[in-house]
Nanobody, 121 residues
Framework: QVQLMESGGGLVQPGGSLRLSCTGS????????MGWYRQAPGTQRELVGS???????NYASSVKGRFTISRDNAKNTVYLQMNGLKPEDTAVYYC???????????????WGQGTQVTVSS
């Protein structure tokens, strides 16, 4: 099972930047796709972006060109660089990962506990 721990959230002014990190730990064979989701009060959780193990990325249209996802497979860590932040980016950001416990096991999914990002002047 993979435990995911996010860090890097906080309060930032509009136009500012933040970098979120998420590291996986525990007993597993492989962490495959990793991603970031966010949930603002009164809304459904939505995909921000994802990154495959080979580095291929996918972004929500609302963040494309402003946010960048990257990963360090050796550290089991995924990053979310957020630039040009807007008040509407305010949300709890959650890390997500697909993993295998053994080479022949099916994929399981794990969530982090979330980190608050607030964009306000």
């Amino acid at each position: 099972q993979v435990q995911l721990m996010e860090s890097g959230g906080g309060l930032v002014q509009p136009g500012g930047s933040l970098r979120l990190s998420c590291t996986g730990s525990g007993r597993f064979f492989s962490i495959n796709a990793m991603g970031w989701y966010r949930q603002a009060p009164g809304t459904q959780r939505e995909l921000v972006g994802s990154i495959a193990k080979d580095g291929n990325t996918n972004y929500a249209s609302s963040v494309k060109g402003r946010f960048t996802i990257s990963r360090d497979n050796a550290k089991n860590t995924v990053y979310l660089q957020m630039n040009g932040l807007k008040p509407e980016d305010t949300a709890v950001y959650y890390c997500n990962a697909d993993y295998q416990s053994t080479p022949r096991a099916r994929e399981y999914n794990s969530w982090g506990q979330g980190t608050q990002v607030t964009v306000s002047s």
